[in-house]
């Protein structure tokens, strides 16, 4: 593909002696998915938080939008949004006045609460709008991450297994809402284990021993 929105090229990745990424290069481009499959340890969350600039490459380099990125390059702020976790939330805030403040800091402004609320009704959180998430089980905790990443603005979404701990129907849902967004021409690069994500992907790959498989298309 000619238009290429993250590019790694060569990326590896070593932790004191431990070498968890070796030689990856891989492109995404707007309106693709590509989905990561392998064994737990493998370095599928590690290419992650690299792809999204949370950590740099010991070698290689990632270029988002042809600039390098990294956690304090202003796309890694504005243009990429990600689920890595289900902690990253404020536990003295309630569900929508956590997904308020995201929507303002990323300058949704006058469409901040209509955002807000569709997102909400989308990943039936809209009955625990003024739950603190001390409140929420497990999975709506995981759609609470998910609802912080799709309402605020974005090119790239960066997931790592955002299937888990939720049923079987939201997942489907969750897969639907990614087909949609690709559609639209969001670039989704995720980790997961279930193949009703697999099956919306436009590439494949495994991750075995920090280097990628390419196992084919997903749809």
Known sequence: MDDVLLR???????????????????????GEIVVLRGDNGSGKSTLLRVACGR???????????????????????????????????YPDLTVHEHLMLVALAHGLGAGAVGAVDAVLDEHRLAGHADALPSALSSGQLQAL??????????????????????????????????????????????????????AVADRVFTVVGGTLDATGAGR
């Open 55 to 89: 950590e740099r490459p010991t070698t290689g380099s990632v270029l988002f939008g042809g600039e390098p990125l990294d956690e304090d390059a202003p796309a890694a702020r504005t243009r990429i949004a990600t689920v890595m976790d289900t902690g990253a939330h």
């Open 8 to 30: 790694l090229a060569g990326v590896g990745r070593t932790y004191g002696d431990r070498e968890v990424l070796r030689s990856v290069t891989l492109d995404l481009a707007p």
């Open 145 to 198: 991450a998910l609802c912080a990443a799709f309402v605020r603005p974005h090119d790239l979404l960066v997931l790592d297994e955002p299937e888990q701990r939720l049923d079987r129907h939201a997942r489907q849902e969750l897969a639907d809402r990614l087909a949609a967004h690709r559609d639209r021409g969001t670039a989704v690069l995720l980790a997961t284990h279930h193949d009703a994500l697999s």
